[in-house]
């Protein structure tokens, strides 16, 4: 979520003619059309941060500025050049990191959260616990996870102690202790 993704199309031959079709989740279809013989580009239903890159001697690619999740779905291009049709098709996933936080509850036990990431983050504590976590999604497709320490009769015998969540996460992650 916010980087920006460069999509190429292969380029084989002099082009003729270069479509691009997206399919994204959310929202309709857009298509960008490029036609050499008469140097003419055409946009339907395309959101201004999707784009045309073209490059002296790089394959021609299609742009997509600070991408959100709507965005994700089936990016496919078309190039008709002097050595035929050259198809190309991505599938683009969006990740969205999630907000972690950890506090104290009002039974003094320690609460790790991390809010709104895509795919679901997965929490762990040190020392172990045997806790489970519960996830909640949202309507933009993220999840939010949320872990209660649980102490066991070996492992911790006094609150006093330092305890650790880790938040795992594709698009990064975060570690942080608390004393509750």
């Known amino acids: 979520v916010g980087d920006s993704s460069v999509l190429t199309c292969p380029l084989k031959g002099n082009i003729t003619m270069l479509i691009w079709k997206t399919s994204p989740k959310v929202g309709g279809p857009c298509s960008l059309i490029y036609r050499a013989d008469m140097n003419m580009t055409e946009r339907t239903n395309c959101s201004d941060n999707i784009n045309w890159t073209f490059r002296p001697g790089l394959a021609p690619a299609l742009e997509i500025r600070q991408v959100g999740i709507a965005q994700e779905g089936n990016y496919s291009c078309e190039v008709v050049s002097t050595e035929g049709n050259l198809p190309k098709t991505y599938h683009l996933t969006v990740l969205a990191p999630p907000r972690p936080s950890l506090y104290c509850d009002e039974q003094g036990s320690p609460v790790c959260e991390a809010a709104a990431g895509k795919p679901p983050a997965q929490l762990s504590w040190v020392p172990e616990s045997n806790c489970t976590a ?16 649980t102490a066991s009769n070996t492992s911790v015998t006094n609150m006093t102690n330092v305890t650790t969540c880790k938040v795992s996460h594709p698009a990064g992650n975060w570690s942080e202790s608390i004393v509750c």
Do not use: A
């Open 134 to 149: 519960e996830e909640k999604g949202h309507d933009n497709g993220t999840v939010t996870v949320l872990s209660r320490f």
